[in-house]
């Protein structure tokens, strides 16, 4: 008794061989393709009953995966495609949420570099992608990034650093607006632009050895050895821990911490040079 093959798309049933196996295959009809269940393997031009008018005119066929495996290949694409379309969605929700906390944006980028934010990885950013508050940068080995902030603030992070952006808050009128950051590994160069409107600007850098206070300055701060050195060129810093507190009136005066239980060492004014140099190690070659 023949066997008939079964129209997955409908419409009549096709006699052909004994079964052997099943093999799916598309039919070109002349009132458009069909697509059946063969029992054996069907050649291309292969001339088979199974349409409803005329001949067939071409006929593809390829063994048929194993139920199981077929189902779940099925699953599989059925993830991958909620995937796609979930990361789709929270990337277009995200945005317009990133640009109301945003805080400044990457101006320039050298090798790796890494923002987590909100337990997500931002993985090598490019120029313009936004940062916000309580943002994690870090950067790998001979990596550099220079952030810009909204209120014209700009900070260059050194190769192996980690820092977070604790807070920010706009100048808004009389408001005096903050920048306080933690940095918790490597080197930084801030050079921040005194306030106008609000004198009363926080600006703040937390390191491990002592908190950097001033309210308009350009300073760098990076480890020196096994301290760490705090250099400022420009306006007036004062160094504080837990021991002692020192101030640095610009021009190059600098001076070194060694922990949180050791008082800042005296100020001194280092040569141009070895300011130069020091400055050149958070810069974007």
């Known amino acids: 008794m023949p066997f008939m093959g079964r129209n997955l798309l409908g419409g009549k049933r096709a006699a052909h061989a004994p079964p052997t196996g099943l093999f799916p295959a598309v039919l070109a009809c002349n009132e458009g393709p069909r697509t059946y269940i063969w029992p054996s393997p069907i050649r291309s031009m292969e001339k088979v009953g199974g349409c409803d008018s005329g001949e067939v005119e071409t006929i593809w066929g390829q063994p048929a995966m194993p ?25 277009a929700n995200s945005r317009p949420q990133e640009e109301k906390e945003r805080v400044g944006v990457i101006e320039r980028a050298q090798g790796q570099i890494r923002i987590e934010r909100n337990g997500l990885f931002i993985d090598n950013p490019r120029k313009g992608q936004a940062v916000t ?34 807070e920010y808050l706009k100048e808004e009128g009389r408001r ?48 020196v050895g096994e301290k760490r050195a705090i250099l400022v060129m420009k306006g007036q810093v004062d160094v504080r821990n837990d021991a002692g507190l020192v101030m640095l009136d610009g021009n190059r005066t600098a001076t070194f911490i060694s922990d949180r239980l050791s008082p800042p060492e005296k100020p001194v004014r280092w040569p141009s040079r070895r300011a130069q140099e020091t400055l050149m190690t958070v810069a974007i070659k």
């Open 67 to 91: 139920f199981a495996l077929r189902a779940r290949k099925v699953a599989q694409l059925a993830a991958c495609l909620i995937a796609v379309a979930s990361a789709a969605a929270l990337a």
């Open 133 to 166: 508050r309580r943002d994690h940068l870090m950067t790998g080995p001979d990596s550099r990034v220079l952030l810009s902030f909204d209120d014209g603030s700009r900070l260059a992070v050194g190769e192996n650093a980690i820092l977070v952006i604790a």
């Open 176 to 223: 005096s607006g903050a920048l306080i950051l933690d940095l918790i590994r490597g080197a930084i160069r801030l050079v921040a632009p005194s306030p106008k409107a609000a004198p009363n600007k926080r600006i703040e850098v937390r390191t491990e050895a002592a908190t950097i206070h001033s309210r308009g300055v350009d300073l760098w701060s990076g480890p």
